[in-house]
């Protein structure tokens, strides 16, 4: 099967926004973060509430489709081995020594701790980041919770396999899937999500904790297998491409709906409402749109990037191996360097803009100039081994002749 260049090119885009988003945290109003500036804006949460509602999912999902177009199914324990490995040593590696200066720096703004880092590192490392009857739950995963996740994710779509197997079956893989695979596929996802934002949701707080944390499980879960479900059906694809205007105009309607009702909720008119709006639902209107545009938005993404993404761009193949290592740092530099800059007061725009700067800078540099180059660092930021060099073979010459 040919290269996907643009699942690849989704994947890059994907994780470069979470620079932007984990940024945009730290001056987002009323959202709270390992730390905070003192330039914070209310209208930050719009723009930010249309990325959330799409990027880990679509993660999620292109993890699943990465795993169907591998075609695993010939090599499932090996593949769970490297994958297992691939995952666990970055996300150790990260808890132990990429995540502590970000709850480091909290602790010293927030909770006004006053010790040096060593001191800090014992108490991370036992679990003893205590005040009165408040403890920050250490060694933690913070950002790096998506492999968390991952890992037992792969593990339960390559036990169930035969299920999945039989599910692709179903959807045909023709040049057109049938009629009932495209309602189903317009309407399950929607009603899924649906029930998860109103049975689960009111009941289950997000913990990103991986036990009990029954909502995004029971959101990304689904979309992991059903990635995996729709990788290799052609016809799943050449519809989202040909469908890709109409998931886009539903998706920004759906979006549109959520941040009015948002909007008016946090600001209500003064004179008193019309008599039908009393008796209008908006609770499950906000919910509906919401969930809508959670899937159209994936329809979309997808739809779009196979019709513009899928060529073999020069910058792809460095940025696929970069963006790992990229993940894992970049949420530590936006901490620290904002931390850095916001005692300097030097006005909202021009500390976002370092911010955001220095974090694409010292992920590049920390990249290219240590990570990439240094055997022993690549499994510990998701990198592959650096393949050998291949041998030169010498050739033999014929003795001098007098």
Partial sequence: MPRRHDIDALRVIAFSLLILYHSAMVYVADWSFHIKS??????????????????????????????????????????????????????????????????????????????????????????????????????????????????????????????????????????????????????????????????????????????????????????FLLGYVLAIQSGFWNWARQQRW????????????????????????????????????????????RVTYTWMALLAILGWGRALLDHPFRWLPYAGEAVFSWYILHQTLIIAIAYWLIPMKLGGGLEAALVVGGTVAGCLMVHEYLIRRVGWLRPLFGLKPRPAAPSIPIPKTAGMQP
């Fill in 38 to 223: 003192t330039y914070q804006a209310e209208w930050l949460q719009y723009p930010m509430i249309a990325l959330n509602r799409w990027r880990m999912p679509l993660l999620f999902m292109i993890s699943g489709i990465a795993i169907g177009l591998a075609r695993v199914e010939g090599h499932r324990l090996r593949f769970a081995g490297t994958r297992s490995l691939r995952l666990l040593l970055p996300l150790v590696f990260g808890m132990l020594v990429v995540v502590p200066p970000q709850t480091y720096f909290q602790i010293i703004q927030q909770y006004g701790y006053t010790g040096g880092f060593a001191h800090f590192y014992k108490l991370y490392a036992s679990g003893g980041l205590c005040r009165i009857d408040q403890c920050l739950v250490t060694p933690t995963w913070n950002h790096l919770w998506y492999l968390a996740y991952l890992l037992p994710y792969t593990l339960l779509l390559l036990a169930a396999l035969p299920l999945l197997q039989w599910l692709r079956g179903r959807w045909g893989n023709a040049g057109e899937p049938r009629r009932l695979s495209v309602f189903m596929l317009l309407t399950l996802p929607v009603l899924w999500l649906l029930g998860v934002r109103l049975w689960l949701a009111p009941r289950f707080e997000e913990t990103h904790a991986l036990l009990n944390d029954w909502v995004v499980h029971a959101e990304s879960l689904p979309l």
């Fill in 246 to 289: 109409r998931t886009l105009v539903a998706a920004l309607l759906a979006i549109g709906v959520e941040l009015c009702l948002r909007w008016f909720g946090h600001h209500p008119p003064s004179g008193p409402m019309p008599e039908w709006a009393l008796h209008v639902p908006w609770y499950l209107v906000e919910r509906i749109a």
